[in-house]
């Protein structure tokens, strides 16, 4: 269908001319319906869950490696990392996405979920030229906000003589 274009202009669908309103009729026809409640239920249900398998992991460096919990974070999230791509690999991952919407989203495993996607699917193109250039387009936005938020709490801290520790 044309973005742009004239009242009353007719658009070519299987063989019939429809008009846009038409046209308009016809796709909310045909959309799928969705219940928000059952979406929002979807998305807590499975964004819970990550979380829990996160601090179940997060638990069991701190009882078996004897680590603080603050010295637990780092390998836990790189252990998240590492399940979201492999089952992405695997084609899990985007199924349970599927289903659960938005809650797979969670920041990092979601992240990480785009980032080996975007690897995957470019990884004919070569390593560097496909693999590299693609996923880093992906991440160049993420990368940039970081560092310009970075800079910008930094900066604050300087002014208002914050020392930064906690």
Not at 68 to 79: C, D, L, N, Q
Not at 115 to 134: D, I, K, Q, W, Y
Request: hydrophobic share 50%; with cysteine; glycine share 12%.
């Amino acid at each position: 269908m044309p973005t742009k274009s004239k009242p009353g202009a007719r658009v070519k669908l299987n063989h019939l001319l429809l008009t846009e309103e038409e046209y308009k009729q016809v796709a909310d026809q045909h959309k799928p319906k969705t219940s928000i409640f059952a979406n929002c239920l979807k998305a807590f249900l499975v964004g819970g869950f990550i979380c829990l398998i996160g601090q179940g992991i997060q638990q069991l460096f701190m009882t078996f490696a004897g680590m603080t919990s603050r010295e637990a974070s780092s390998p836990t999230v790189a252990m998240l990392i590492l399940i979201s791509v492999i089952l992405t690999s695997l084609g899990v991952y985007d199924k349970i996405a599927q289903w659960a919407g938005a809650g797979t989203a969670v920041p990092v495993t979601g992240f990480a979920n785009s980032m080996c996607s975007s690897a995957l699917e470019s990884r004919a193109e070569g390593l560097v030229l496909g693999v590299g250039a693609n996923m880093f387009r992906l991440a160049g936005s993420v990368v940039v906000f970081g560092v310009v938020a970075a800079f910008i709490v930094g900066m604050i801290y300087a002014i208002f003589g914050l020392e930064g520790g906690h």
